[in-house]
């Protein structure tokens, strides 16, 4: 991939991951202002429909206030910025790893991103912050075999 793209890329994810951060701490006013950030990142992506999709999901995400608005939100900017790496930054941005929550969003599940694999939930906050698993890794050069084993998706959550 371009030099510029995986720069870029990497800016937006490690704006990402402090929304992120932010809505898994409770803190709504801090992932709004995270989000502003993360939007003033995209700007030096180059143009496609992934980078459409990550800019109209991350207006609909900034007209909201309230931290479950916000939640529910936060799932298309995640989808669209997976697909972003998937697309042009796989193995070149670094430490980040896609989780999984089956419970987020009324059962429906989502993903996000993290910078290692350890569950914050961004979805849930407080009240359910260690649900979830690691389900993939977008940098595999930076894992070793051995870790990848104790990271198998499917967790059991039939305790929530």
């Known amino acids: 991939p ?10 937006a994810t490690s704006a990402y991951l402090s929304v992120s951060k932010a809505l898994a701490d409770d803190k709504p006013e801090e992932a709004i202002k995270a989000a502003a950030v ?3 990142k995209l700007s030096s992506l180059p143009e496609g429909d992934e980078k459409k999709a990550l800019q109209q999901a991350l207006s609909a995400f900034q007209k ?3 931290v479950k608005a916000l939640r529910k939100a936060f799932k ?6 997976i697909r972003l790496i998937r697309q042009h930054g796989l193995d070149h941005i670094g430490n980040v790893y896609v989780i999984h929550c089956p ?5 429906q599940g989502a993903d ?12 849930f906050g407080d009240s359910m912050y260690d649900c979830g698993s690691v389900t993939d890794t977008l940098s595999l050069g930076t894992l070793k075999p051995q870790k990848m084993k104790s990271m198998k998706p499917g967790m059991d959550h039939s305790g929530h």
């Open 2 to 11: 371009e030099k510029s793209w995986i720069t870029s890329l990497k800016a």
């Open 38 to 40: 993360l939007v003033s």
């Open 64 to 66: 909201e206030r309230d």
């Open 76 to 81: 298309p900017v995640s989808d669209s910025l």
């Open 103 to 107: 419970m987020a969003l009324k059962g």
């Open 112 to 123: 996000w991103l993290s910078a290692d694999p350890q569950v914050r939930n961004p979805y």
